[in-house]
């Protein structure tokens, strides 16, 4: 089976390549002003040269309009703050477990148990609100 997942680089050429069609301030160099990186620096990372660094990523995803997620992810990397939530969970281990669990879910599937997750929580905080 052949992998469809694009590389880093090769995803954010394409999403900077979309936002250029409307503006052209999404050019390597318009891009690379915005999240005040060089240009150089961009180009080696959408070429795959060069990783892009965490606080890159958090500056790429506000310029982008995308979540640092979705480009956190695209690089293989969990994203920090998430990262700091993991740990500090209650139970680290049965987290670590579940995201080993959903890491092989498709994205319909995923989708279906977020929102059961949602829908529990809403009537758990409306059974809460209820009894006080």
Do not use: Q, W
């Not at 990186?37 to 309009?65: C, F, H, N, Q």
């Amino acid at each position: 089976m052949a992998d469809d997942k694009k590389n880093f680089g090769d995803f954010l050429r394409e999403l900077r390549s979309r936002k250029m069609e409307s503006d052209a301030t999404f050019s390597i160099r318009g891009l690379a002003g915005k999240i005040d990186v060089s240009p150089t620096y961009l180009s080696k990372i959408e070429r795959g040269e060069l990783p892009a660094s965490d606080e890159t990523i958090y500056k790429l995803a506000d310029a982008l309009g995308i979540t640092a997620e979705e480009l956190f992810a695209h690089c293989g990397k969990i994203e920090p703050k998430l990262e700091k939530d993991i740990a500090s969970h209650e139970g680290p281990l049965e987290m670590a477990a579940f995201l080993r669990t959903a890491s092989g879910l498709s994205r319909e599937r995923l989708n279906m148990y977020r929102a059961m997750i949602d829908a529990a929580e809403a009537a758990n905080k409306k059974k809460e609100g209820g009894n006080s």
